[in-house]
């Protein structure tokens, strides 16, 4: 009897212990998550693909325009948003660049800018139709970023597909200002 106690407060001891590292790397340094919706259409697939987030760049520490954040939404504090940065503080930024003009009554949508507040980014989705996003609930305070998006899988595909494993991919900044 003795023996089977001691067993189980050892087991649970290190199941406690386990719980607890897995805790403290999620919330300071890597998160793996899932994401879903079509917003990040062609980077991210709709769904089942998980993202590497790194927790070096929380709170938009080093974070620069191109770079795939996760971030806690500003509408839902439950949910998290995966989008790409396109605007830093003090930027001017055309608020719908997907709107044609006399998409709106009086034409602001076409034509309307804003600059990005101190301590804010501009967010967007790549695929602009199906993104809510910094259009839809403004800029978005950097103390909501999580981390920034490093690499995917893709387990849409096999297990082992061109080369990587369950569709693993670099996710890279894509932000050019050359024209």
């Not at 719980?19 to 998550?33: A, D, G, P, Q, R």
């Not at 981390?147 to 050019?176: C, M, Q, T, V």
Request: glycine share 8%.
């Amino acid at each position: 009897m003795k023996g089977t106690v001691g067993l189980w407060l050892r087991t649970g001891s290190l199941a406690l212990r386990s719980f607890c590292l897995v805790h403290v790397i999620n919330s300071h340094f890597y998160e793996f998550t899932e994401t879903r919706g079509e917003s990040m259409l062609p980077t991210l697939a709709a769904i089942n693909d998980y993202v590497h987030a790194s927790k070096k760049y929380r709170n938009g520490k080093d974070c620069q325009i191109g770079d795939c954040i996760v971030a806690v939404k500003p509408t839902d504090p439950y949910q998290r948003v995966c989008k790409r940065i396109t605007g830093m503080p003090g930027d001017y930024i055309l608020i719908d660049p997907s709107a044609k003009e006399g998409d709106d009554i009086d034409g602001q949508a076409f034509n309307s800018y804003i600059r990005v507040p101190m301590g804010h980014v501009w967010v967007t989705g790549d695929n602009l139709s199906q993104s809510l996003d910094s259009r839809t609930y403004n800029s978005l305070p950097m103390g909501l970023i999580k981390g920034k998006i490093i690499a995917a899988n893709d387990f849409n595909k096999p297990i082992w597909h061109d080369g990587a494993l369950f569709g693993f991919r670099s996710i890279e900044n894509s932000y050019s200002d050359e024209f």
